[in-house]
């Protein structure tokens, strides 16, 4: 983590850049270049606000990183990217400073930008492919291709322009889209540009899935979700809120009732995983997705503007090492409360979240507890909780996942002091559209399945995302969004 400030890093960017024009650059050249960090805010201002801890790059901090991509002809990076983006082309465009065509290029294969340069985790993905990275032997120093994908977003977005992707003859043909997240927006916008009408059923008051609801402000702004799901609309994609499907009208009858030739069902993974564990009905001991729902749907951050409240903490103990256990605590740090631990029953290595979501994690003063398990929560007299009974753990032989498995240590057991347990270990498919669904095959862990291109048991009824997948990331969830509305739009074709 860089602790340069602001202007430091954008003046030194401009230096390199203008010391880089005039030289043809060679394969060594582009790596000697070095890496361009991310202006962000100070942890000391940034635990007080909601506002974006990243700030962007500045014009030059994106072409000197784009100047390191080596333009590799097996383009090795595209092999990582779930929607298949043109990467080397893109960064070719940004590095000579033609923004708008490197925008172009990955509108071609997402309709998120914006959202992907900020929460998609390319260092396990594109840029865990990249040449740069393998050359330099460390992953860390890869051509940072998420940054400058925000980059070329926001500039454009900043300009004011925006280009409504085309939309061909309506072909008179509907289809359902079941819930407006990653997975959703997705397959609703690629749908459309074939022609055909597109409505989307949203449970929420709001559009948008986990990108609205799941991902803090101060890591995606929801103002920037909002600007995308109105390219929806722009293109005649009809979103239809506090429609939830097998309740407010059950499956089927979208088909058999209502006219549809196909459903997409991205309706993601919501239901909450609890541990069962002595104490867990305490007042004080909530889900991360509850938390982070009222927090960022509903505002809750904001009590003097929201009707929702959200539970007073002073101390917090968030269980789990993803990507939400570290929204949570982070959040909890700027809902005021003085001490926030994360509880993981393996090591920072085995943690599942991106490094640089841990990394900024520890700057805001979040303490990590590592190798240690929750094995009660202990309450006060009125109910509410006080405290967390914790066991240590070593690590033993890898389980299936290839991750060392914890084994407790007998007798290690010791009394955290906190008033609210929030429990992030991940979540489960709602059981709501199979109950109401006869015909619709699931897996033992509720999830949908699906075949490569997202057809389920039921005719003209398609899957994706964290449904099928279980809670997995935006990205693949958009993968998944793809690949099941080209198969849609080639049934449709063949229909007479």
């Known amino acids: 983590m860089s602790h340069k400030n602001i202007d430091t890093l954008k003046s030194e960017a401009k230096a390199l850049w203008a010391d880089l024009q005039g030289k043809e ?15 962000s805010q100070e942890p000391s201002v940034r635990i007080h606000n909601m506002a974006e801890v990243a700030v962007g790059y500045s014009g030059e901090q994106a072409r000197v990183e784009a100047s390191r991509c080596l333009q590799c002809k097996n383009a090795p990076c595209v092999k990582g990217c779930p929607v298949s983006i043109d990467i080397p082309r893109f960064i070719k465009a940004a590095e000579e400073g033609r923004f708008g065509d490197s925008l172009a290029v990955i509108r071609e294969s997402s309709l998120l930008p914006s959202i992907c340069g900020r929460v998609c985790p390319q260092e396990s ?75 989307v059923f949203e449970a929420f008051h709001k559009p948008g899935g986990v990108l609205v609801y799941g991902i803090p402000e101060f890591r995606l702004p929801k103002s920037i979700v ?5 390219t929806l609309e722009e293109m005649g994609v009809d979103i239809e809120p506090n429609f939830l499907v097998g309740r407010t009208r059950k499956l089927k009858d979208l088909i058999d009732k209502d006219g549809f030739d196909a459903v997409f069902i991205g309706s993601g993974a919501g239901l909450p995983k609890f541990m069962h564990i002595e104490g867990e009905n305490l007042v004080g001991v909530l889900s991360a997705n509850e938390y982070l729902t009222r927090s960022n749907l509903m505002k809750a951050y904001d009590p003097e503007h929201a009707a929702t409240p959200t539970y007073k903490s002073r101390r917090v103990a968030v269980l789990g090492g993803g990507n939400v256990a570290m929204d949570a605590a982070r959040t909890a740090i700027r809902l005021g409360a003085e001490k926030v631990y994360i509880v993981y029953r393996r090591t920072e290595v ?18 990590f507890l590592l190798l240690r398990n929750p094995k009660r929560i202990l309450g006060d007299e009125k109910g509410r909780v006080r405290a967390l009974e914790v066991l240590s753990y070593e690590l033993g032989e890898p389980d299936e996942s290839g991750r060392r498995r914890p084994v407790p240590i007998e007798g290690s ?64 969830a958009m993968g998944q969004g793809r690949k099941a509305a080209a198969a849609i739009n080639r049934m449709l074709a063949e229909d007479v």
């Open 226 to 230: 909002e600007e995308e799901i109105h």
């Open 25 to 39: 650059l060679k394969p060594k050249d582009r790596l000697a270049i070095p890496c361009q960090d991310m202006p």
């Open 413 to 476: 057991e010791s009394i955290l002091d906190v008033d609210t347990v929030i429990v992030s270990i991940g979540n489960d498919s709602n059981p709501l559209l199979k109950q109401t669904t006869e015909g619709l095959e699931t897996n033992k862990w509720g999830n949908i399945i699906a075949d490569e291109d997202g057809k389920t048991s039921m005719d003209r009824v398609y899957a994706g995302g964290d449904i099928v997948l279980g809670a997995a990331t935006v990205i693949l």
């Open 350 to 367: 085995e943690m599942p979240a991106r490094v640089e979501e841990v990394g900024h994690a520890k700057e805001e003063g979040v303490e």
């Open 125 to 199: 993905q594109c840029q865990e492919h990249c040449t740069v990275g393998k050359s330099l032997k460390d992953v860390n120093r890869a051509v940072s291709i998420g940054r400058i994908e925000r980059f070329v977003a926001d500039y454009e977005r900043a300009k004011g322009t925006k280009n409504i992707p085309q939309v061909a003859p309506s072909t008179g043909k509907k289809v359902a889209i079941i819930g407006s997240g990653p997975a959703g927006i997705t397959a609703a916008a690629d749908i459309r540009k074939a022609g055909h009408d597109v409505t």
